[in-house]
């Protein structure tokens, strides 16, 4: 069978709404499958910043849902600047809000999420099945993270069903609710089973995903094997073993219509890998905003990300005294963990020459940062894929990764092998250890002080393409072998 018609169902997508790389990932994967003729929907709920952000809109069909009274609105759009369909569950009680899609003002998750995603994951089930009243009926069902993991189990048992494809974007967010929670979603009573969403006595949302979809996928192939293994697999590792024959590892693509250092209007200078002296004068631009000693000689290294223990910031904040010896300047631009932020702000003032941050988060800095760094650090414990380090290697400045997730799949090590068959494109580094990561740098520093070697190194790195169409390909023969394992129904 041809697979032409896609519900894509998220919890997010840019720019309607984002609080990660879900976000990015369901406002650029579409546009890619679209671009391949693909009639592909997005699906998601009607949150007030969501209605806001894609203006406007028409109300498209009304349905109930199974043991919810009210009635629910299904709004149509489109994703801002494409003509990608977008679908807006529209149930005020649940979605029309202040706050985050997640978390109210405070910081506290919503404490009816498990209504308000069962609720959006019904409406779900009900266009799947061509119920909704809007003569459309999807190929494939494509879910994303816990939010949706209740779609799969719901349209298991369902005939004339569509096939379902399951993405774990990181799996540390499981959804997990408790057995009150459960009596109170009006769900078949089947699901409440160790075999089905039922985990150490509570109801998880992503096991209904990992369970019923007829394949799942993670976001790097490295990511798919580490999740199987008790190190990663947040207790669900023995099951994800069992359906590995189902599970696959894509990468996510680079947007290069926004993060192409040739074309990028947040820099000072624009560059290419023929013209790439340019990057000096972002450089020093860069130097400037971030209050740091102008000097072109010495080693700049940029992160940007959230500064918690993940993402390995407290390894970075445990060496900066030795970079400072090292004569190495490190700008940042984050937030997260208070401890982290204030370990951070009184490294500033310790090491004013060396140390400069911008707490929280600003896409014109996180532009000129990528633009005007040497290096780019992402020292992560755990990273499924994984964007930045993308972004780094099409702007010529070299990631140091941790060797793990999509860090692991996008960057080649600077050996000397590895230099010499022209295959380098960064520095890799294996131990989650301040000792790993000052060595890391210590190498890095090593080749930035023989010019030509470096400017090899960033030749290759702005040579590679991690774009979408490729990722997007990987997608559709997903979605084949997802269509192939599902039932078919007389």
């Not at 919890?11 to 990015?24: F, Q, R, V, W």
Request: charged content about 20%; hydrophobic content about 40%.
């Amino acid at each position: 069978m041809s697979i032409h018609k896609i519900l894509f169902v998220t919890s997010e997508a840019h720019p309607l709404i984002k609080t990660g790389g879900l976000a990015d990932v369901s406002g650029s994967l579409p546009a890619a499958l679209k671009a391949l003729r693909r009639d592909i929907r997005i699906i998601m709920p009607a949150y007030k910043a969501a209605k806001n952000a894609i203006g406007r809109y028409t109300r498209k069909a009304e349905l109930t849902v199974p043991g919810f009274p009210d009635t629910i609105t299904l709004l149509e759009g489109y994703l801002p600047g494409t003509r990608i369909t977008v679908w807006l569950v529209e149930s005020p009680r649940h979605f029309d809000r202040e706050g985050g899609p997640y978390v109210d003002s405070s910081g506290q998750d919503w404490p009816d999420n498990a209504e308000r995603f069962t609720v959006f994951c019904r409406a779900v089930e009900k266009i799947a099945l061509n119920q909704a009243g809007i003569d459309w009926q999807p190929d494939i069902v494509h879910c994303n993270d816990w939010q949706c993991g209740l779609v799969p189990a719901l349209l298991a048992p369902a005939s004339h069903r569509p096939a379902t494809v399951f993405t774990i974007h990181n799996l540390a967010y499981q959804g997990l609710f408790s057995w009150s929670d459960f009596e109170a979603l009006h769900l078949p009573p089947e699901l409440w089973s160790m075999h089905a969403m039922e985990f150490y006595n509570q109801l998880s949302f992503i096991k209904g995903g990992i369970i019923f979809a007829d394949m799942i996928s993670t976001v790097s192939p490295q990511y798919a094997k580490e999740i199987c293994t008790p190190e990663f697999g947040c207790g669900l590792e023995d099951l994800l073993s069992q359906r590995s024959e189902y599970l696959v590892g894509i990468l996510n693509g680079a947007d290069y219509s926004q993060w192409n250092p040739a074309r990028d209007s947040y820099l000072t200078a624009n560059y290419n890998p023929f013209t790439v002296e340019n990057k000096k004068t972002n450089k020093a631009q860069l130097q400037k905003i971030f209050n740091l000693p102008h000097d072109q000689n010495i080693p700049l290294i940029g992160l940007v990300g959230r500064l918690v223990e993940q993402k390995g910031f407290d390894l970075l904040l445990a060496i900066l005294p030795q970079l400072v010896q090292r004569n190495v300047q490190v700008a940042i631009l984050g937030s997260g963990d208070k401890s982290l932020e204030q370990r951070l702000e009184l490294a500033m003032l310790d090491y004013p020459d060396h140390v400069s941050a911008h707490i929280g988060y600003n896409e014109k800095l996180a532009h000129e940062i990528e633009g005007g760094a040497d290096m780019f650090l992402m020292p992560s414990r755990y990273e499924p894929c994984g964007l930045n380090q993308i972004y780094s290697l099409r702007y010529g400045t070299l990631p140091i990764v941790r060797h793990t997730g999509g860090l692991a799949n996008t960057v080649i090590d600077a050996s000397d092998k590895n230099i010499a068959d022209g295959t380098a494109s960064g520095i890799v580094f294996k131990s989650a250890t301040p000792e790993s990561l000052l060595h890391a740098i210590d190498r890095a520093q090593a080749l930035y002080a023989q010019p030509k070697k470096w400017k090899k190194l960033v030749f290759n790195a702005m040579q590679q393409d991690f774009g979408w169409r490729r990722s997007a390909r990987q997608y559709l023969e997903l979605y084949r072998s997802a269509d192939r394992l599902a039932p078919k129904h007389d």
